[in-house]
């Protein structure tokens, strides 16, 4: 028992010499007794659970530090690029990295880069087990009622957490989402975990009502109204380059244009694409803000797609990527696409680098158009422009800023062909960039979480234009009165399906 006690001591003051020297003088950890007894109750925890498994103290507690670290270096990295910890909705798109590795920045598991150190640390562990002897009772019986009772009070603590005494509790730990302050009080590890509680605990909430569209947004209703949400789309002259003809579209043509503020920097395209879709903002999503997606799965009564189909519109939804991705195509539905139109639709498409082009995109948006047999909403999503820029993505193109320059202007371009389609129609097009681009050049804090977007009018308005800078869910909530038509009943309207 002492070499027990020994080893978590161990494992509490390493894991918390961590978190603190990860912290720094950035983010100090917090002192307060309260919250140092829920970060070491987290350490000694994670000790336990590593413990069920080997009944070996030294490996248990080497395992929590290790696994401290571990989320200590995927966090520090995470912040860097994206602007804030890991949070706990990072752990559903673990499914995703075998899948689509390079969108990850890492390797395939075959690769030696990660296959190597995978089979490394297995060897160490297989030694480990060889080298220090359990600390099981030497009874039969009495170390087989060890290795049952242990998990089993594991597991009846973890379901005490989800009772509504504890879950009073938790909330007034953490009563909203602010993770770089709860990390500082709490350690990462346990914050995840109270995170996570909160999140399951207030996801069934129903959701906020919107308000009314007012006089101030996009009518009268559009017979067509395009979306188009652009990958890392940003005026690449805030990033020291070239001027692209879009912009200049934008302020001498748009309706209103602007920037556009963002619920996350350099990933995180489903925040960006539900604001938007839905008109919801961070307040109202609580602690499914990281990822809306997880928490309704879609189901969102109010969405611009539930508008246009009760308006009578064709709905339809324009990716050129997996379906699988985010699972997309299931949640892209539920929301009420009534059409999805994915990479085997794109099947011979141009690519530019490793993803379908922007310019075939666009050609398939305006033979949506032209094909339409009624009122018409389509929300397409680009992917031409998305990360990694590395070496080898272009030919002759090294430097990741000026692969991004490329790209970008052929979103530019695309745009402007899809303001050239659309002139003299009863429509509206809406373009926005999803988020900045995760560049050397171009790390969080750069301009805020801004982006641009512009909104066009075709065939009714004469307005001048005017910016207006913006956050997505309010562009979400503004477009709700370009779908706002009389549907007719008595018309038939037949749309094809793609």
Request: hydrophobic share 45%.
């Amino acid at each position: 028992m002492p070499t027990v006690l020994l080893a978590l001591c161990a494992a509490l003051a390493l894991s918390f010499a961590v978190e603190a020297g990860e912290g720094g003088r950035e983010r100090p950890v917090s002192r307060r007794p309260g919250d140092l007894a829920i970060r070491f109750a987290s350490y000694g925890l994670l000790t336990l659970f590593w413990f069920v498994f080997s009944w070996r103290p030294w490996l248990a507690a080497t395992s929590c530090v290790l696994t401290v670290a571990g989320l200590a270096i995927v966090s520090r990295l995470k912040r860097g690029v994206i602007g804030e910890p890991l949070v706990f909705s990072d752990f559903a798109l673990i499914p995703q990295v075998p899948r689509h590795p390079d969108l990850y920045y890492t390797k395939p598991f075959g690769h030696p880069a990660i296959a190597g150190p995978l089979l490394l640390s297995v060897g160490v562990v297989v030694l480990w087990y060889w080298l220090e002897p359990t600390v099981l009772p030497g009874s039969p019986w009495m170390a087989l009622a060890a290795i049952l009772v242990l998990p089993l009070l594991l597991a009846g603590f973890a379901a005490s957490l989800l009772t509504p005494l504890a879950a009073g509790w938790i909330a007034g730990q953490v009563p909203r989402p602010d993770p770089e302050a709860d990390v500082a009080r709490y350690g990462l590890a346990a914050s995840l975990v109270l995170y996570v509680l909160r999140w399951r605990a207030t996801r069934r909430d129903p959701p906020v009502p919107l308000p009314a569209a007012n006089d101030s947004d996009l009518r009268p209703a559009a017979e067509i109204v395009v979306v188009v949400q652009l990958e890392s789309f940003v005026d690449p002259e805030r990033l020291g380059g070239a001027p692209i003809p879009a912009l200049e579209l934008f302020r001498a043509r748009a309706l209103q244009h602007g920037r556009l503020r963002v619920p996350a920097h350099g990933a995180y395209t489903m925040r960006t694409e539900h604001a938007v879709l839905t008109g919801r903002t961070a307040e109202d999503l609580g602690f499914g803000v990281f990822d809306p997606y997880l928490s309704a799965g879609g189901r969102e009564p109010g969405s611009l797609a539930q508008l246009a189909n009760a308006a009578g519109y064709d709905t339809a939804f324009v990716h050129p990527f997996h379906r699988n991705f985010f699972d997309r195509a299931r949640v892209i539905e539920e929301i009420g696409f009534r059409r999805l139109v994915m990479e085997e639709d794109f099947a011979g498409a141009e690519r530019v680098g490793p993803y379908v082009g922007d310019a075939a995109l666009g050609r398939h948006i305006l033979a949506e158009v032209r094909e339409r047999t009624g009122p018409l909403f389509l929300f397409a999503v680009t992917m031409e422009n998305h990360g990694p820029w590395k070496r080898g993505r272009l030919a002759g193109i090294d430097e990741p800023l000026d692969q991004y320059l490329h790209h970008v202007a052929h979103t530019g371009r695309m745009v402007e062909d899809l303001v050239a389609g659309l002139e003299g129609l009863d429509a509206v097009l809406c373009v926005y960039g999803d988020h900045a681009p995760a560049l050397p050049n171009c790390r969080p804090g750069f301009g805020g979480t801004a982006t641009d977007y512009a909104v066009f009018r075709f065939g009714c308005s004469t307005m001048p234009p005017r910016r207006v800078d913006l956050s997505a869910d309010a562009l979400g909530r503004a477009l709700r009165g370009a779908l706002a038509r009389e549907r007719d009943d008595d018309a038939s309207v037949a749309v094809p399906r793609s």
